[in-house]
């Protein structure tokens, strides 16, 4: 096995290599050389796109449609996209390989998961009129450049809001690239223009000139950090500068006329130039490197290096990594070489291995960890092995080592050789897999349809697989032609077991693709009524939607279904729809009682639920400005119930209450200043008897029919809260009262007026003589009290009396205890 260093190549002071990942990568007849290649990140899928400008050959039908073609990056088709939206302007991949195709009247089209499915959007800021120029993509968004020179950048593709930048010069653009927001200073992207010799860098407030004078420059390229600018001229040199053009960090001069096709950076270390066949690796210090192939090639620039893609072969340009130097490079007497030579005295079983290491024991974990990362960077799995053997045999040496850092390595490079194969064709670097994250790469693998080596990865891994068998789901009931119920019961019997898988993403896919019947039995096996419910609106099962809605017992999704049946069927047909069910019945009722009486009006009309309408609209009567309105809002309620025989007595309450109102109007109208509006019967009686007016009050009573011992109450308590004592004597000459004569004694008493409250002491002959003195005590009248007393000749009374009496009082008492006691000699 040839040594790792076999390909490297010394640039200034570093190292690059050039891998082979794979070879017949595309068919003789795809000419690349009239085609736009466009490779998304992280060795992800490769979008090949016929020139629009070049003349070609007709090759038949196929060629006669445009298409997109995807392809892995080993040349295996992924889906071919027919085109005929129009001439295209920007082809380009965001970080999560969505593919982003603008065409010229600003039209953008988002195809996520490799598949034909698209959300599209219109770019709008004069784009349809102007048309879109070109366009320059970065992780999560991208930027226009419009035919009048007009910037329109999308920052999210999942929710895109296109924005115009600063309004850069007229002039004619003849390169242009972007700074990506994660770079720039202002955290917004930036635009760089090459127009004339300078170069304007346009951001979302300004467009400013760098003031350059050797331009014009015919390609523009930023490194992956945005630190570095590489700026080709006219006259063949390569200028890199740091991104703020105050520092010319150095020069090369291709000595070559021809303009070359295109410029990329290879990580952050080194710019490459592509001609037709010949690529050029710049280093920093402006010495280069030369490649020559046979055949047209394109360069597909990566976080840490630069893809080489010709019709025969796929190869990664990159810095050799620290770690691999340290290992493998010539003269290396590093510790980390040494581990490796140990390893392999070890494998020959030569002594040699322990003098080895023992030789470099102090510093042995260093050793290892360099040498376990280094095998994380190698392709060959020759290399791997032997680099993880040199490590494992340097902890197994060590007395202390946490080899959790190891494990994980072997586990990655794993994965990292399944998805390098050719079948797959992802030929990741350990890099490119630490920052794409292993739950990103098993859903590309899940979007090429890569299911199983997904589910292996998932388990080996310890990652959830619920979305892989989702998307096998999915995929299945858009492609399968066999009929509905066999899809459901394959489906059903393979993920029956399976927890966390979303039945709701299946059905919905069996909705999209037509198949409403499999839909709604797919979600039959969806736990969550919350997942359930708005795909069945979607579908328009209003009637399962409801009650798998009530099923669940949560009212807020009761209510959003509710809500969504309201607004889209009749009052009668969503009337129909509730009836039958109690639960959301008496929610709309409750509901409708605070925010629409007039839905609860037509429910209960609906229902022919008469007491409970009559009562909303007695309601609404009490809360009507003016008494013309409530009468007309009682009539209503009157009516309502005026053709049932069993609500005659609330008929007549209602009628009564109409009657009651015309009467306080007419009150209200004849006694200027008093307010009777909204007062029961008792209560108008007694502020017209307080107020002097008996003669209305008793005609009031008399239409309303009052009864006698209520109106005799009524009078009393005006006239005493009148203070009308003399009106009140008049009544205490009354032969009979309906209600007794005590109490007007207390309510005399009560009001202060003990004098008049005595009157009516002696009225009282249905109590007792007891009681009767103990008004006459409360009064304050000792001497009625004793002769009470005295009548009664209760000598009992009359001595408690004389305990409780004072001066005159007293001596009266003590007279008729006296006179008591002669009468009994």
């Known amino acids: 096995m040839p040594k790792p260093t076999a390909d490297w190549e010394r640039l200034d002071q570093g190292y690059y290599r050039k891998v082979q990942l794979y070879t017949s990568v595309f068919d003789q007849d795809l000419d690349l050389e009239n085609h736009h290649v466009v490779g998304a990140p992280y060795s992800g899928a490769v979008a090949i796109y016929r020139k629009e400008e070049n003349l070609h050959l007709y090759r038949g039908i196929q060629s006669a449609k445009p298409t997109i073609d995807l392809y892995s990056c080993a040349g295996k088709l992924l889906r071919r996209i027919n085109w005929d939206k129009g001439s295209i302007k920007g082809l380009g991949w965001s970080e999560d390989e969505k593919l982003l195709v603008v065409t010229e009247d600003g039209t953008v089209r988002v195809y996520y998961g490799l598949q034909g499915d698209f959300i599209p959007f219109s770019l709008g800021h004069g784009a349809e009129e102007h048309g879109v120029k070109s366009c320059r993509f970065y992780s999560s968004g991208f930027v226009a450049l419009l035919g009048n020179n ?31 927001p994660a770079y720039s200073l202002s955290r917004s992207v930036e635009v760089l223009l090459a127009i004339g010799e300078t170069i304007h860098v346009v951001d979302a407030t300004e467009s400013e000139d760098r003031m350059l004078q050797n331009g014009p420059f015919k390609h523009l390229g930023v490194s992956p950090n945005g630190k570095y600018i590489a700026m080709y001229t006219d006259d063949g040199k390569v200028w890199v500068v740091t991104s703020d053009f ?11 006329a021809m303009s070359p096709k295109d410029l990329q950076w290879c990580g952050n270390d080194a710019v490459v130039l592509s001609w037709e066949d010949e690529v050029h690796l710049v280093g920093p210090n402006g010495s280069a490197i030369k490649y020559f192939y046979d055949d047209f090639v394109h360069l597909i620039s990566d976080v840490d290096g630069v893809r080489l893609l010709t019709s025969d072969v796929c190869e990664f340009l990159q810095k050799v990594p620290n770690a691999s130097q340290e290992v493998f490079r010539l003269t290396s007497d590093t510790v980390p070489s040494k581990l490796l030579d140990a390893a392999e005295h070890l494998e020959k079983k030569s002594p040699k291995a322990d003098d080895i290491i023992q030789q470099i024991r102090s510093n042995l974990d260093e050793a290892v960890d360099i040498c376990m990362r280094a095998a994380g960077h190698e392709y060959s799995i020759h290399w791997q092995k032997a680099l993880l053997r040199a490590a494992s045999f340097g902890k197994s040496v060590l007395d202390l080592y946490n080899s959790d850092d190891y494990v994980d390595m072997c586990e990655t490079l794993r994965v990292l050789n399944g998805v390098r194969f050719y079948a797959i064709g992802i030929p990741l670097s350990y890099e490119q897999y630490r920052r794409l994250t292993p739950e990103k790469l098993v859903e590309r693998l899940t979007n090429r349809h890569e299911y199983l080596l997904a589910l292996k990865i998932s388990q080996y891994l310890r990652l959830p697989t619920d979305s892989i068998y989702v998307h096998w789901a999915s995929q299945k009931v858009r492609a399968s032609s066999e009929d509905e119920e066999s899809i459901c019961r394959i489906i059903v019997k393979r993920l029956e077991d399976k927890n966390g898988v979303s039945f709701e993403k299946i059905a919905r896919a069996a909705y999209d693709e037509g198949r409403a019947r499999l839909a709604t039995e797919l979600l039959n096996y969806e736990p969550r009524a919350g997942k359930q419910v708005p795909l069945l609106l979607s579908m328009k099962e209003d009637t399962i939607a409801l009650d798998k809605a009530i099923e669940s017992g949560d009212t807020d999704l009761i209510f959003y279904v509710l809500l969504h049946l309201k607004k889209k069927l009749p009052l009668a047909s969503f009337f129909r729809i509730i009836n039958p069910r109690p639960v959301a019945s008496a929610l709309v009722e409750s509901s409708a009682l605070h925010n629409d009486t007039e839905l609860l009006k037509d429910l209960y009309y609906q229902d022919d639920r008469r007491i409970e309408g009559a009562n909303l609209l007695v309601s609404e009567a009490l809360a009507q400005p003016t008494v013309v309105a409530q ?64 003669k209305r009050a008793a005609k009031v009573m008399s239409d309303f029919k009052v009864p006698e011992k209520t109106q005799w109450w009524l009078r009393l308590r005006g006239l005493v809260q009148a203070r009308y004592w003399t009106e009140l004597e008049e009544m205490s000459k009354t032969k009979k009262s309906p209600i007794g004569w005590e109490p007007f004694f207390n309510a005399l008493l009560a009001a202060g007026n003990t004098r008049l409250a005595g009157t009516f002491i002696p009225k009282c002959t249905s109590l007792s003589v007891g009681e009767r003195i103990d008004m006459w005590v409360k009064c304050g009248m000792i001497k009625q009290a004793g002769e009470e007393a005295l009548k009664a000749k209760d000598m009992a009374a009359l001595e408690s009396l004389r305990a ?21 000699r």
């Open 631 to 694: 009468i007309d809002k009682l009539k209503l309620s009157s009516k309502l119930l005026s053709d049932s025989k069993n609500q005659q007595f609330q008929v007549k309450a209602i009628n009564e209450t109409q009657q009651l109102l015309r009467t306080q109007d007419a009150l209200e109208k004849e006694l200027d200043g008093s307010s009777f509006i909204g007062k029961s019967v008792n209560e108008t009686v007694l502020s017209l008897v307080k107020n002097g007016h008996s």
């Open 246 to 256: 105050q520092n010319k960090l150095s020069e090369y001069d291709s000595n070559t």
């Open 150 to 180: 007009h910037l329109v950048t999308v920052s999210r593709y999942d929710e895109p809001r296109p924005k115009i930048l600063a309004t850069p010069p007229s002039e004619p653009v003849i390169s242009w690239n972007i700074i990506s």
């Open 804 to 824: 409780k009496a004072t001066g005159t009082g007293a001596t009266e008492i003590e007279r008729l205890i006296n006179q008591l006691k002669q009468g009994r």
